[in-house]
């Protein structure tokens, strides 16, 4: 079992910065991949980064490139997500996720294990 716990996401101001945390528990030896998803109220849930757990593949959507970074501590099983030059349309629960497989890491169903989501406002 898999158990994933998101941190970090709170109100901030447009143009300022977060950093979200997922750490990761349990049986993580057959996680090949993290992602973080967002869900902006209502909408539908949509990818926002995903990475590699050696490190070696990264992704983003077009909506967050060069403002956000993925990245990972494999020593303490925690994979972040750094938000700089935040916009309104920001504003959603953002969660992390785990995938088990080998491909198809912009595609939410590629994704096993997920966390609780942590809610990010971003204020003008």
């Known amino acids: 079992q898999v158990q994933m716990v998101e941190s970090g996401g709170r109100l901030a101001q447009v143009g300022g910065s977060l950093r979200l945390s997922c750490a990761t528990f349990?049986?993580?030896?057959?996680?090949?991949?993290m992602a973080w998803f967002r869900q902006a109220p209502g909408k539908e849930r949509e990818f926002v980064a995903s990475?590699?757990?050696?490190?070696?593949?990264?992704d983003y959507a077009d909506s967050v490139k060069g403002r956000f970074t993925i990245s990972r501590d494999n020593g303490k099983n925690t994979v972040y997500l750094q938000m700089n030059s935040l916009i309104p349309e920001d504003t959603a629960v953002y969660y992390c996720?785990?995938?088990?497989?080998?491909?198809?890491?912009?595609?939410?169903?590629?994704?096993?294990?997920w966390g609780q989501g942590t809610p990010v406002t971003v204020s003008s």
């Open positions: 990475l590699t757990w050696s490190g070696s593949n990264d």
């Open positions: 996720a785990g995938s088990p497989y080998a491909s198809g890491y912009s595609e939410a169903k590629s994704y096993m294990y």
């Open positions: 349990g049986r993580t030896l057959g996680i090949y991949a």
